[in-house]
């Protein structure tokens, strides 16, 4: 028996360690390759950028086989020749120091050690196997991403699931996208933000609501100042943002007040009969029930509640009520509510009720946030199964078993846990192996001494990720190295649903390997690698895309391959088999007034408001506000903070907004170290005090890596988005941490 065991797993190696070697030498395709294969020497190349979900065009100038440096796209139809400033930069963190070079183990003293790919590749798989074999299959999960090709998580998805048995997989789109993803589900049955970019130049209303993208979606902004119709914008935020001083009508809004606001601007809208009854009728159900629900928020009310002006609530009905194409758009401060989903819906009555969908310069639009945070909602096979079809349909399962070529039995029966559910496993001791891909968990989720707690209690936590420094690397028995951005191939999808190409034009360092390589070679360790025999390369892997994604929605069916991609400068879904598109189109859904659900019709849906689930006490009287700081950084900083362009954009220390009011009577001056503390933790920060918050409000980045041990961990229960932009807290004048 123990022959037969050592002989198989001989074998197992040998097969490793030849694909091992296949995979290192293979030119170009894959990390230590010199030159990539598809690309001349000395040519320009347009990839799209790997931060935000704008999704510009950038021009990459190779020099022989080397890369020089990128500019970006003037011919590309989303930024037209802009970048923002980590667009610019986004070749510097390649080449940064902590790269993650080798696989590294930890070792009995606790220490990362480097290793080799068989020895890496071997104790993932004994020691998840060993995990699994003790406390059962769903013992052991997985955490991904926004922020790596389709392809990728379509194989890491199908991997984890098909292959190794993990049941339960999230990822950080949860603290991103989830309200949204709910709210467009239930509403026009499919996951499908509506719009297309033109919108932005084509409307004569904009309300922007929960979102600066001056500072978050740069290039987009950009778009809004080419619009030609002298527009109303209309900027919904607690905070005076740098988008709200560029409007035409600021409305700040006491912070999650927003589902009070749009219900009383619908009540008063349809008080002046400044409804679409003919649309309402012909494509929408539930305007009735909602109609009586918006009776009681009358202006009173709702003057009261968000604490607005008389005068500021009118022209906000105005401007909707008189505008001939009104589009609403909204992003965090919508999504990262503990009532997000019904926010969210709210603004989507406003736009049906008003008829301001499906034509140009109008829609309910959901602004992504990370590169592929499409690519995550749709081809994850997280909470959805591939394509965005349902676990627990049958027919979706055989369908995508089928076009996989995987026994439908491997197919889980439901979708995953959530992220905070994942968590809560662990502190259960349910969840025991975790593996992170291309997240940093350890920074960016809510309440984080107790999620970095929970990671601490794993028998084995793998973290896949570029580099080696990162709070969770820092956790982790396993850190496996990839490769990043510009260092592989594959598609992403940006937040007007286009999908566009990302190029491998620089070499991963070391014994760094693409997300996608890892995953090929986790297969055949794990013993599964025939199910995945077709995934030679990423675009294999879009091939199986466009198979599962037959018939939905999101149907790409049409979409033949990279160069089509490449040569239309991208194109947006649906596209499907035998559909013609032009080059550069833009396209938008929902023109012919029918939606994705049963009947055809969009829903109207409601709820009563719910108190905030951590008020200001006498003890925490401050609201504490998080979100984007500047342009130069992003998130958890492991990329942006390797530049030293965009270190001088922005402040290497943490600080936190003030208003003067508050600062006068704390004794707080402008540029002081101060101590912000709520009742899970506290942290130092320079006191920046300013009229961008009111009285009353705080607001911290979210870059550095103390401001998650402040926030509360509450949750919207439709789609356990975490609520990150709600915590008491105070600040005291001594930096006392
Ligand atoms: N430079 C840069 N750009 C980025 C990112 C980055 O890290 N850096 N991240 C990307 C990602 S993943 C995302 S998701 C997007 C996020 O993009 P945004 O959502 O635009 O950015 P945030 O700053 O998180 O939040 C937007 C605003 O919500 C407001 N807000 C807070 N509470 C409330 C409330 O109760 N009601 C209303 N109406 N507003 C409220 C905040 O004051 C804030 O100004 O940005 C993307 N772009
Ligand atoms: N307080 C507060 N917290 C927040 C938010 C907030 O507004 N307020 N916003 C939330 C939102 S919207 C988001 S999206 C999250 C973001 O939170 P995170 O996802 O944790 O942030 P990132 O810094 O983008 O982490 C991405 C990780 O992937 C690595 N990486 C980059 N490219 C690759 C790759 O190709 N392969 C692999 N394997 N690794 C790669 C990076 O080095 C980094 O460690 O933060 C959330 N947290
Ligand atoms: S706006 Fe977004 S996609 Fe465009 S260059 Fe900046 S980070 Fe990249
Ligand atoms: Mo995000």
Redesign the pocket.
């Known amino acids: 028996m123990n022959k037969l065991l050592r002989t198989a797993q001989s074998l197992l190696f040998e097969r490793q360690g030849t694909l091992t070697r296949e995979l290192l030498r293979e030119p170009g395709g894959f990390g230590l390759g010199q030159v990539p294969s598809r690309l001349k020497p000395d040519t320009t190349t347009t990839a799209v950028c790997?931060f935000c979900s704008t999704g510009c065009g950038l021009d990459i100038h190779l020099k022989g086989d080397q890369v020089v440096n990128l500019t970006p796209a003037k011919d590309y139809p989303v930024n037209l020749g802009m970048a923002c400033p980590k667009g610019w930069e986004a070749l510097t963190p390649l080449k940064a120091k902590d790269r993650a070079t080798t696989p590294m183990l930890k070792n009995d003293s606790g220490q990362l050690r480097p290793v080799d790919w068989p020895l890496a590749l071997s104790t993932f798989v004994q020691r998840m196997k060993a995990i699994q074999g003790k406390y059962g299959e769903e013992s052991c999960a997985f955490l991904s991403?926004?922020?790596?090709p389709s392809e990728?998580m379509f194989f890491l998805g199908s991997l984890a699931k098909f292959g190794m048995g993990m049941q339960h997989g999230d990822g950080?789109?949860r603290?991103?996208m989830a309200t949204a993803v709910v709210a467009y589900k239930q509403a026009f049955g499919f996951d499908a933000p509506p719009y297309t970019y033109a919108d932005f130049e084509e409307s004569d209303v904009l309300v922007f609501v929960g979102a600066n993208p001056c500072i978050a979606h740069p290039i987009l902004w950009e778009r809004v100042c080419r619009n030609r119709h002298q527009p109303e914008i209309v900027v919904v935020d607690p905070r005076r943002t740098e988008t709200a001083m560029a409007a035409t009508l600021h409305v700040s809004l006491k912070p999650k007040s927003d589902l009070c606001l749009f219900y009383g601007v619908a009540r008063a809208l349809i008080a002046r009969g400044a409804i679409q009854s003919d649309y309402i009728a012909a494509h929408t159900e539930g305007f009735d029930a909602f109609r009586a629900h918006v009776e009681n928020f009358n202006e009173e009310r709702v003057l009261a509640e968000t604490g607005l002006e008389r005068a500021v609530f009118e022209r906000l009905v105005t401007a909707i009520e008189k505008g001939k194409r009104v589009s609403f758009w909204w992003t965090?401060g919508v999504?990262?509510s503990y009532e997000g989903v019904k926010v969210a819906q709210a603004l989507i009555n406003l736009a049906l009720m008003t008829g301001n969908i499906g034509r140009p310069g109008t829609g309910a639009n959901s602004i992504t946030?990370?590169c592929n945070?499409m690519g995550s909602r749709l081809f994850s096979n997280t909470t959805n199964l591939l394509g965005g079809h349902s676990f627990e349909d049958p027919v979706h399962r055989e369908k995508v078993a089928s076009a996989l070529g995987v026994p439908e039995t491997r197919i889980p029966r439901s979708g995953s846990l959530a992220y905070d559910q994942i968590l809560e496993q662990i502190h259960r001791g349910k969840i025991k192996g975790l593996w992170i891909?291309?997240?940093?968990?350890a920074?960016?989720?809510?309440n984080q001494a107790d999620a970095r707690a929970l990671l601490g209690r794993l028998e084995f936590l793998v973290v896949?990720?570029?580099?080696v420094t990162?709070e969770?690397?820092e956790l982790a028995h396993l850190v496996?190295p990839?490769?990043?951005?510009g260092e592989?191939d594959g598609t992403f999808i940006n937040s007007e649903r286009r999908l566009m190409l990302l190029k491998k034009v620089a070499r991963a360092p070391g014994q760094a390997l693409?997300?996608f390589q890892i995953f090929r070679l986790l297969a055949e360790a794990w013993g599964v690698g025939e199910m995945f025999e077709k995934f030679r390369e990423p675009e294999d892997v879009f091939h199986a895309m466009r198979a599962v994604s037959r018939g939905q929605p999101c149907d790409i069916s049409g979409i033949t391959g990279y160069e089509m991609i490449d040569r239309l400068r991208g194109v947006q879904w649906p596209l499907r088999e035998g559909e013609a598109v032009e080059e550069r189109s833009e396209r938008r859904l929902f023109e012919d007034g029918r939606f994705f659900t049963q009947s055809g019709r969009a829903k109207f849906i409601f709820a009563d408001p719910r108190p905030i689930p951590e008020a200001i006490t006498k003890k925490y009287p401050l609201v504490l506000l998080?979100?984007?700081g500047t342009s130069a950084q992003?998130?958890?900083?492991?990329?942006t903070a390797k530049s030293p362009v965009l270190r001088k954009l922005y402040s290497p220390d943490p600080y936190v907004e003030i208003n003067p009011k508050d600062a006068r009577e704390l004794g707080v001056n402008p540029g002081q170290w101060v101590t912000v503390e709520s009742a899970r933790g506290k942290m130092r920060a320079r006191a920046h005090v300013t009229q961008i918050v009111s009285p009353g409000q705080v607001f911290?980045p979210?870059h550095y890596p103390e401001?998650?041990l402040l926030?509360f961990p509450a949750f919207d229960e439709e789609s356990r988005q975490?609520s990150?932009?709600h915590a008491a807290v105070r600040v005291l004048p001594s930096a006392s941490v």
């Open positions: 790997g991403t926004g922020q790596i990728e950080n789109t603290q991103c965090m999504n990262q946030g990370q945070a891909i291309a997240t940093n968990t920074h960016s989720w809510i896949q990720d570029m580099f990162t969770t690397a496996l990839a490769a990043g951005w592989k693409s997300d998080t979100g984007r992003w998130h958890t900083q492991t990329r911290i979210m401001t998650n926030t975490p990150y932009k």
